[in-house]
Structure formats: C-alpha cells, structure tokens
C-alpha cells in the first residue's frame, strides 16, 4: 500500500496569515492532486500535479510537487475565512499493479477565523 | 449539468441486511471508483473500475462488492453489512484511468446498527 503522510491534521489560524500543508511518502506517485472539501459535500478538485518540480498558482494558493514525486505542499497566502474547509491530497498509482489506485492522506482541517 | 450522483444519501439499515448504493455519471467518463471516509483516517479506496466490466480492488475491499455492467452506472454492494461499514461514502469518476482527476459524488451516510 502506498502511504501518504498529511500534516498537520489541525490548523486554526487568523485571517490574513500564511499557511503551508505539506503531503509525504516514499513512494513515487505518477501524479499528485489535492482537494478541498467542505462538510456534506464531496471533495473538489484544486489542482494536478504531474512533474518533479513543478509549481503551481491558483489566486493565493501555490502548489509544488517535489522533485522526487515523493512529496507536494500547499501553501496559502493571506488566508481568508472562506478557505476553510478539508484539505485532501491524493496520489496517483506508480504504474505496473498500482495503476488505478489512488491514494489519499488523513486530510488537514483548516480553519481560518475572522 | 455534469455530475455524479448517488443513492441514497442518508441510509440507516441493520446487520445483515443486504443494501446498495447507486452511483451514477453523466460524463462519459471511463474511470469509476467508490471511497469510505472515516475520521482521522482520511478517504480509503474500496474498489476501481478502468472501464465497463472491469473492476479492482482498492485498499479496502472486504464486505464489499461491485458490477460495471454500463458505462455511467458503478453500483456498491453490502451483501451483509455489519456495524464496522458504517461511514460515509463517495463514488468519483474521472475521463480517463491515467487522469486521476476525479469528480466526487455527494456522499452516502450509512449507518449499520
């Protein structure tokens, strides 16, 4: 099975500061997604990530996939309290027996007071 | 409007009482998968479907079985539920199994007492 280490599970900030979300494993993953998700709904998809490397923006949040494909961050800028919400990352299986699994972390609850 | 949907949303049963949930896409999308999300341990995949009559198993598939008879439809099956299913379930889909970038269901809240 092929893990992925979310952290942290909890952040409660004010609104205005920055935050960082950070995904890991040690597995290589083909790609990474991450996902937002706000109670009774389904997650949402925010962005993929596909090469070692690679970042990117979305307004005020920026999403890096490290170089390895082991690991991705997202981080917020000036967080409002309309980014509240579940945070998921997912990864996409390696290849060979994997492929067409997909993995998720434990999620990080963001809460972002006025 | 494209999306998922599923059936029902809230169900409350008894152990042993065989139940199924539908899940239903209107994208055309090969890719079909069902998750359970408990607390604290995040969304666990049950079982995938690449395309039409051909399913996986996810990470979690005891007690659970599925059928892919048709593109758009990917029903989960509890032929015998039991107190530990009880969770929330979401069907996604995506366009292709390479794609990985999933549309998510509303969710089923099951509950097996």
């Known amino acids: 099975t092929q893990l992925l280490e979310q952290s942290p599970q909890f952040l409660s900030i004010q609104e205005g500061e920055n935050l960082t979300v950070y995904c890991n494993s040690s597995s290589v993953f083909s790609s990474l997604q991450w996902y937002r998700q706000e109670p009774g709904e389904g997650p949402v998809l925010l962005v993929t990530?596909?090469?070692?490397?690679e970042v990117k923006k979305l307004k005020r949040l920026t999403f890096q996939f490290g170089d390895a494909r082991k690991d991705s961050s997202l981080h917020i800028t000036a967080a409002q309290p309309g980014d509240t919400g579940l945070y998921l990352c997912?990864?996409?299986?390696?290849?060979?027996?994997?492929?067409?699994?997909?993995?998720f972390g434990q999620g990080t609850i963001l809460t972002v007071h006025p | 409007e494209a999306q998922v949907t599923q059936n029902p949303r809230y169900l409350i049963t008894v152990t042993g009482k065989k139940l199924t949930v539908t899940c239903s896409q209107n994208m055309n999308h090969e890719y079909m998968s069902w998750y359970r999300q408990d607390p604290g341990l995040g969304l666990r995949q049950i079982y995938y479907s690449m395309n039409v009559e051909v399913t996986d198993k996810g990470d979690v598939p005891e007690g659970y079985k599925v059928s892919r008879k048709e593109k758009r439809n990917f029903p989960l099956i509890l032929e015998s539920p039991s107190p530990n299913q009880t969770s929330l379930y979401f069907c996604?889909?995506?366009?292709?199994?390479?794609?990985?970038?999933?549309?998510f269901g509303p969710g089923t809240r099951l509950t097996v007492t």
């Open positions: 996604a889909s995506s366009l292709t199994p390479f794609s990985y970038e999933q549309y």
């Open positions: 997912a990864g996409g299986g390696a290849g060979g027996t994997s492929y067409g699994k997909l993995t």
């Open positions: 990530v596909v090469t070692g490397g």
